[in-house]
């Protein structure tokens, strides 16, 4: 009889070992389930800087927009200053060196040359007297100025310059919160953040050329004028992209005087094209250019010019337009 209650006894045992194993391991696999999610889940920036940039005239016009993800108000914002989210300031980065248009040491920023939020003002800073290193921040004037709450955004910062500095569009940026101690603030949360600069603009300008005219010929291989007309669609954030002369290449090999007037890297539309061909087929140039918008997004474009090996019939009005545009 003790035997039988001692077996019955080892038998409860284990089944109820089992069922408690079960159980807790259910509940583990859960909990390692929600905790594995957590982890996969990423949290949202803290705070994000975004630009883009445009060409206004002769200038390159940098503009920003800055995100708030986090409880606290944020004070300031310095554009191309790398901290490395450490407490070393010896290992800063200062990464403009492009000055705005019109920048005075003595008076600042023009305020032709730069646009801030109402109650923030704009101002360079540098590491030390006389770098040739920089960076733009904006902040609040006082106490008083409104500053970038959480959950809300703040655009109208504007730089313009003289010239492209990639560092204005691929750089970090200083985020600064304030520094209040509330109770709506997250406890640890930093007072001073570095984070990438994101580049806003990632389509590239459309871009058709055409040119004219689209066939040339001259009984004695002269050099003839053609004309590069360019159709450019605006978009969002830049409707003057920059216009270049890439390449001019053919079908067959040329000689170096085949080709006059042509300006490579430049917005030349006006060239001089030989009117020769070296044997029994047509001679077909190729002429592509780039477009560049000012956040460095580019796309090319081509047209061909022919100099037919047959020579082409010529209507007296035709002739009489050649004689106007072929140049020796």
């Known amino acids: 009889m003790k035997q039988s209650m001692a077996i019955l006894t080892h038998r409860f045992a284990g089944l109820a070992w089992k069922t408690v194993r079960k159980t807790f391991g259910l509940a583990f696999g859960l909990a390692f389930t929600s905790v594995g999610f957590s982890m996969a889940a990423e949290p949202a920036p803290t705070a994000k800087v975004g630009v883009y940039a445009k060409h206004v005239g002769n200038k390159i ?35 403009l060196s492009e000055l ?6 003595k008076f600042g920023i023009p305020s032709a040359s730069s646009n801030s939020p109402m109650g923030w003002r704009v101002s360079t800073t540098t590491p030390w007297e006389d770098s040739k290193t920089h960076a733009i921040t904006w902040e609040i004037v006082n106490d008083k100025s409104p ?25 970090h940026a200083l985020v600064t919160f304030s520094d209040d101690s509330s109770a709506n603030v997250a406890k640890g949360s930093p007072v001073n953040l570095t984070v990438p600069i994101e580049l806003l603009d ?3 300008p459309t871009l058709a050329v055409t040119i004219t005219p689209k066939t040339i010929w001259s009984p004695d291989n002269k050099h003839i004028p053609v004309n590069a007309i360019f159709t450019t669609k605006a978009d969002d954030y830049d409707s003057l992209p920059e216009i270049k002369l890439e ?8 000689e170096p005087d085949d080709i ?15 009117s020769k061909h070296n044997g029994s087929s ?5 002429v592509t250019y780039s477009a560049t918008d000012a956040s460095g997004n580019i796309t090319t474009a081509s047209a061909t010019v022919t100099v ?13 337009e050649k004689s106007k545009i072929e140049v020796k």
């Open 202 to 204: 990632s389509s590239p």
């Open 100 to 105: 705005p248009s019109g920048w005075n040491i």
């Open 61 to 95: 016009l940098y503009h920003y927009r800055v995100i708030n993800n986090s409880r606290q108000d944020i004070t300031a914002v310095s554009i191309g200053h790398d901290t490395g989210n450490d407490e070393e300031p010896g290992n800063d980065v200062w990464e």
């Open 247 to 254: 390449s001019i290449i053919a079908n067959e090999p040329l």
């Open 282 to 286: 047509d001679r077909i140039y190729t």
């Open 260 to 274: 006059r007037d042509a300006s490579y890297g430049l917005d030349d539309r006006y060239l001089r094209l030989r």
């Open 308 to 320: 037919p090996a047959a020579v082409p019939a010529v209507t007296p009005h035709d002739q009489g």
């Open 147 to 171: 500053v970038l709450s959480g959950g809300q955004s703040l655009a109208r910062m504007s730089i313009a310059l003289d010239k492209a500095d990639i560092n204005y569009l691929t750089g």
